[in-house]
């Protein structure tokens, strides 16, 4: 196994690093700028066909502009984040199918990508709808003590453990 | 500035969720199948030690909060959404965005399938107006509902949380052990 932080020391930095981007006057927020990213999509065959301030009408709470913001750039920093990681500690190939996916469902790279597709498919209809995601409710929301993020954050346990428990059942252990 | 602070913190949060393994799929998975549950227990401790520094930082008008509305009929039920779409991709948006960093072919169609979502939902909504915004509630967070101090109800709010993480994880071992013994036994039979 690579070398992993511990949850607790994963917990602390990202308590810390977290506490750092409100004093930056900050917020942390990844649902916003896939509208945005869906609103150059879509302005750039049609500018009438939906109006920017659909995009816009924020999740997690930006300016009316449709730009390369704040939101958009911090995803940005999450992908070479990613990247760095699998550079610096990484070993070895990237596999398409998860072990825990192969055990289950067999080596199946279709099937795993259409549903690795399908869930943020409604993820994302799931993250319009509450107004945010994980790191905008959750991450950020709930340090805030927000209602919202309260409610978010329990819905989602709710909803996905019996989800991810019926997928598995058989190979429950 | 800002906007480079943007990718600096990008950078950061990203790289801290590779490093706790929150953007492999068999973490998340095992978190909701409730066989490993360091990534609620990381996201959880975070939340805590952020919640009481931001509230003290704010004593002194250092910080700004911005509390997302609530809207009860939206958060419940776009999240009981979200958990369904959770379970089957085992990325939640920021995090599949780090693991297509990763080079994780599945992360790729995640957010595929999210702008796909972003899309038809935003199509939804124009042609058909619908609209939750009647269930507005406001900016509600736990200080209008306690009424203590800010500080006071953010330093409630950590212990509350900390004391959770720690029966968690007291139930976790719990669990571990009474497997250890059954498997102890089997191989004695």
Same mark, same amino acid.
């Given at each position: 196994m690579k070398a992993r932080w511990s949850w607790v020391t994963g917990g602390i930095v990202l308590g810390v690093f977290n506490i750092l981007i409100f004093l930056s006057g900050n917020h942390l927020g990844t649902t916003t700028a896939y509208a945005q990213t869906t609103g150059y999509i879509t302005q750039f065959f049609?500018?009438?066909? #939906?109006? #920017?301030s659909s995009w816009t009408a924020g999740t997690c709470g930006t300016t009316?502009?449709?730009?390369?913001s704040w939101q958009w750039l911090l995803l940005i920093g999450i992908f070479l984040g990613g990247f760095l990681g699998k550079i610096i500690h990484g070993k070895g190939i990237t596999k398409t199918v998860p072990d825990p996916w192969v055990e289950r469902f067999g080596d199946r790279p279709r099937l795993r990508l259409s549903h690795a597709f399908i869930g943020g498919f409604i993820m994302l209809i799931g993250s319009r709808l509450a107004g945010g995601c994980t790191s905008s409710h959750i991450i950020s929301g709930m340090s805030q003590m927000a209602v919202s993020g309260l409610l978010f954050g329990a819905a989602v346990f709710i909803s996905g453990i019996p989800v991810a428990i019926l997928l598995y059942r058989r190979n429950d252990r | 500035m800002s906007l480079f602070l943007a990718i600096i913190f990008g950078i950061g949060f990203g790289y801290i969720l590779y490093r706790v393994g929150a953007l492999d799929y068999k973490n998340i998975l095992n978190a909701l199948i409730l066989k490993d549950l360091s990534i609620p227990k990381f996201m959880l401790l975070s939340v805590a030690i952020t919640s009481v520094g931001i509230f003290s930082l704010r004593l002194n008008g250092l910080v700004t909060l911005d509390v997302i509305t609530a809207n009860p009929l939206g958060n419940i039920l776009g999240g009981l959404i979200f958990g369904i779409g959770f379970a089957l991709a085992g990325y939640c948006p920021g995090t599949s965005i780090g693991a297509m960093g990763e080079g994780k072919k599945d992360a790729r169609y995640t957010v595929l399938g999210g702008i796909v979502g972003v899309f038809v939902y935003t199509i939804f909504q124009q042609y058909?107006?619908?609209?939750?915004?009647?269930?507005d509630i406001g900016k509600l967070s736990l200080v209008d509902i306690i009424h203590l101090n800010a500080f006071s109800v953010s330093v409630i709010f950590t212990i509350t949380l900390v004391l959770i993480i720690y029966l968690v994880d007291i139930w976790e071992q719990k669990k571990s052990n009474i497997i250890q013994e059954r498997t102890i036994k089997y191989v004695e039979k």
């Open positions: 049609s500018a009438t066909f #939906i109006p #920017i009316g502009t449709l730009g390369v | 058909t107006g619908f609209s939750i915004a009647s269930f």
